[in-house]
């Protein structure tokens, strides 16, 4: 599934389109479509933990979400050997339009009660 970034991604500017591809359950890639060298692990976060938060208006608007809109939201992770100790972003949320295939990545206000460096490990076996 291809997806146009419709807020740029936090030092990624350059990246204007994206495939996401399934890896498994839990997992996907995210493969910018301009530079091979450049991909992103994704995590669902609704499987780890309750993680709710609101997407803001403007971001609304640029991906025009309508509440029949289907939505993926995905955290970036950063894969580590062994797993447990892969690091996950859950401050920096990327919304996925899977109706009109426009994505942004959105940043939580620090009061939020999410980090921007959690370990896996703390989610697993719960």
């Known amino acids: 599934m291809k997806f146009e970034i419709s807020v740029p991604l936090l030092g990624f500017d350059k990246i204007k389109e994206v495939s ?3 890896i498994d359950d839990i997992f996907m890639k995210m493969q910018a479509s301009n530079d091979e060298y450049i ?4 995590i669902d976060p609704f499987v780890l933990r309750d993680y709710d938060f609101k997407v803001p208006q403007n971001i609304q608007d640029i991906l025009e ?8 939201t995905l955290n ?11 690091i996950i972003n859950f401050i920096s949320p990327i919304i996925f339009n899977t109706d009109n ?3 942004a990545q959105i940043i939580l206000p620090e009061s939020t009660k999410y980090s921007v460096a959690e370990k896996i490990s ?3 076996n719960k």
């Open 20 to 22: 996401l591809e399934k």
């Open 122 to 124: 703390t989610f697993l």
């Open 76 to 86: 970036i992770v950063l894969l580590q050997n062994p797993i447990e100790d892969s």
């Open 101 to 103: 295939k426009k994505a």
């Open 39 to 42: 991909s992103f692990t994704l």
């Open 65 to 72: 979400i309508t509440k029949e809109s289907n939505l993926l």
